[in-house]
């Protein structure tokens, strides 16, 4: 194990991690003021069928999160979706990404969900790899669409 996982504490994020969780969304290509992810990460919290985590050390403070959600679907049996996983750059590939992953499937199974799914954008080599590693399967490749409202 190493020294970063040894450190690294598992937790629901607070609210008052939105501004460290806007940051590492900058990281993914997803840039967020700390005001505009506070109001989203409230959002987030209230919703029952979903849940944020994320890894913390002492040292650095908020390093990844996680965002999982269910939703009931008719084609397939019940599963939970990765809506979004980010590890700081500065640390990935030290565990916390594989602890975060792990705990949003433990988080699913007590909500009845027989599987995950994910959905990484095609340029995204390491995440796929990353994926893979954890007992996935690339099963489909799809268009996403998307609409203003």
Request: proline share 2%; with cysteine; glycine share 8%.
């Amino acid at each position: 194990m190493s020294s970063i996982q040894a450190e690294m504490n598992i937790r629901k994020a607070k609210q008052a991690d939105a501004p460290r969780i806007a940051m590492l969304c900058g990281q993914l290509g997803y840039p967020a003021t700390a005001k505009e992810m506070a109001v989203r990460l409230k959002r987030a919290l209230k919703e029952k069928n979903s849940v944020c985590l994320v890894a913390e050390t002492k040292e650095d403070g908020v390093i990844g999160w996680i965002h999982a959600s269910v939703r009931p679907l008719l084609e397939v049996d019940r599963r939970a979706n990765v809506d979004g996983l980010v590890v700081d750059d500065k640390v990935q590939g030290q565990g916390a990404g594989a602890r975060l992953l792990d705990a949003a499937e433990k988080w699913a199974r007590t909500r009845g969900c027989v599987g995950m799914s994910v959905r990484s954008n095609v340029i995204r080599d390491s995440a796929h790899r990353f994926y893979l590693k954890h007992g996935y399967e690339h099963y489909k490749t799809q268009k996403a669409f998307r609409k203003a409202l």
